[in-house]
């Protein structure tokens, strides 16, 4: 018995779309700190200083090290049950979607094959003159500043290189919101995970999800924006609760498969 409501369990016997749309809480439990909250990122350091293309421009090597500094964590974390839940939903429904405002690159990690990045990630860097792209650890830096090594020898780009995400005042990447809104408008069901749901245009996908037809879970040990509307809350963190729809998932397909589609007949 999963304990879950029936209108919840015939949602994971007949989906034939999920979507999870995941925030910095869905990273918590690997150790990377969130944004807000508690120990979250911007109670020690100012988005002002740090995530937007002025403050790079007027000190590129205070938010290239903070960008190092947040590497060198997710060097050293990994996904954890939740992450790797979702990944082994796409054994179960037709088609999972990871929308996620993450740049850690943790649902990739886990083996998720559609993820969505709204934000960018951390792990890809581009020049701002040339577009030159440099990923991982491969980045020239010459005096502490990353530099474009573009071009012909004598007559190298030399353009500043920043980190592949998106910073306050910044546009989304366009082809992956329009296919995250796709996916999100298609949903048979959504889970909102680890997200306060503050920061726009991504905090409007559940609404929109909502108002497509897509039952919606929250899983967030606290009350977001989300929370009054959501069909359904765990009050529980990402760790225990996605592990936890995965057994139900299973168990309700595997009891009561979803009728197949018709197939054409041939004479
Ligand atoms: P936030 O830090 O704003 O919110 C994290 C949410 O995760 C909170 O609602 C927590 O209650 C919840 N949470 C904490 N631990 C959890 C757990 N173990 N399981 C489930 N939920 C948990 O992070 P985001 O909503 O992702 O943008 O923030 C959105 C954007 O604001 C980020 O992408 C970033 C930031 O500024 C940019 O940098 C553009």
Redesign the pocket.
Same mark, same amino acid.
Request: charged share 10%; net charge negative.
């Given at each position: 018995m999963s304990g879950f409501p029936a209108p919840f369990l015939e949602v994971l016997r007949r989906a034939d779309e999920v979507v999870a749309f995941t925030?910095?809480?869905?990273s918590? %439990?690997s150790g990377v700190p969130?944004?807000?909250?508690d120990g979250?990122l911007?109670q020690k350091f100012r988005?002002e200083e740090l995530?937007n293309v002025g403050a790079f421009l007027r000190n590129p090597v205070l938010v290239w090290e903070w960008y190092e500094h947040r590497r060198t964590v997710l060097a050293g974390v990994s996904p954890h049950p939740g992450h790797r839940a979702l990944a082994a939903m796409e054994a179960i429904f037709p088609r999972v979607t990871v929308v996620t405002?993450?740049v850690d690159n943790l649902h990739r990690r886990a083996g998720s094959t559609r993820v969505l990045e709204l934000?960018g990630n951390i792990e890809r860097n581009y020049c701002i003159r040339c577009g030159a792209r440099y990923d991982g650890a491969d980045v020239p830096v010459r005096d502490r500043v990353p530099s474009c090594t573009a071009g012909a020898a004598g007559a190298a780009c030399g353009g500043l290189i920043r980190p592949d995400?998106?910073?306050?005042g910044e546009p989304l990447p366009e082809e992956e919101w329009e296919a995250g809104v796709r996916a999100i408008g298609r949903a048979d069901l959504c889970l909102l995970?680890?997200?306060?749901?503050?920061?726009y245009p991504?905090a409007s996908l559940p609404a929109l999800a909502q108002r497509q037809g897509a039952y919606t879970v929250e899983?967030?040990? %606290?009350p977001?924006p989300f929370t009054d509307s959501a069909d359904l809350v765990l009050r529980q963190?990402?760790?225990i609760a996605l592990p936890a729809i995965l057994d139900a998932a299973r168990a309700a397909r595997s009891l009561h498969p979803p009728s197949p589609s018709p197939t054409p007949h041939t004479p």
């Open positions: 925030g910095a809480g869905m918590a %439990e969130t944004f807000r909250g979250g911007w988005p995530a405002q993450n934000h995400v998106v910073w306050f995970v680890g997200t306060s749901g503050v920061v991504a899983i967030n040990p %606290e977001t963190p990402a760790g």
